[in-house]
């Protein structure tokens, strides 16, 4: 089975403070996305990455940035963190073959608060 | 551009009753993927369901099944004899095939509430 793990399932942070969450997938998906669940407003993509070193912008990148050094970690960085970015953050991967293309599997989420 | 649009914000239903969520798409894509996806209160995604845009038939997995008309641009999803284990907020998406790395796009969800 796939696993998609993310650092913490809930973390308290204050404002102004630089912030990363972490993303680890165990099954070599070419993909993987940072999405932020609001209530309301659904799941929106921040960024995504196709590969290693490779970034897309999202819907909603402003405030935030990534990194991908390894193919199997997808890191989400808040620069300066903000109380508008409290939300719940969604990290998932996918593969390219076509047996299973599209099909998105999520990590738990990381409940992140900014005081 | 692509769209999905849940319209039910929240459905409560008592056990032992059907349920249909409802899904309607836009998209300019001839082939797509479309998809459901449960989120239980415990927060994590589950991956139910992927239909490609060429395949129409209809599926049925148990207590669920979709329906797919590509003619009003909707996939929707009905749980028979609802359980109190399928509270959650259901998501439908969508997204393109050709390349394989493109990301889904989301409806807002629609809360299922299964009173006993």
């Known amino acids: 089975d796939v696993k998609v793990t993310q650092s913490s399932r809930y973390l308290v942070k204050r404002t102004g403070e630089k912030v990363f969450l972490e993303c680890v997938q165990d099954m070599d998906h070419e993909n993987m996305f940072w999405y932020r669940q609001d209530p309301g407003l659904g799941l929106r993509l921040i960024y995504f990455?196709?590969?290693?070193?490779?970034?897309e912008k999202g819907d909603i990148p402003e405030g935030y940035s990534v990194s991908r050094e390894k193919k199997e970690r997808f890191s989400l960085i808040l620069e300066s963190a903000s109380t508008n970015q409290t939300s719940m953050y969604l990290c998932?991967?996918?593969?390219?073959?076509?047996?299973?293309?599209?099909?998105?599997?999520f990590g738990p989420g990381t409940r992140l608060t900014v005081l | 551009a692509q769209k999905v649009t849940q319209a039910q914000t929240e459905i409560s239903v008592v056990e032992k009753e059907d349920v249909t969520l409802d899904c309607v798409y836009e998209t300019r894509d001839t082939t797509y993927y479309l998809f459901w996806y449960k989120q239980p209160p415990s927060g994590e995604l589950v991956f139910l369901i992927r239909?490609?845009?060429?395949?129409?038939q209809n599926e049925i997995s148990g207590r669920y099944s979709w329906n797919f008309q590509k003619s009003t641009s909707s996939f929707n999803f009905t749980i028979t004899a609802s359980q109190v284990v399928d509270s959650a907020v259901y998501f439908c998406?969508?997204?393109?095939?050709?390349?394989?790395?493109?990301?889904?796009?989301f409806g807002k969800g629609t809360r299922l509430s299964v009173i006993a």
């Open positions: 998932a991967s996918s593969e390219v073959a076509s047996g299973r293309r599209g099909e998105q599997f």
């Open positions: 998406a969508l997204s393109e095939v050709t390349s394989g790395n493109t990301p889904l796009v």
């Open positions: 239909r490609n845009s060429f395949d129409e």
């Open positions: 990455s196709y590969d290693v070193k490779m970034k």
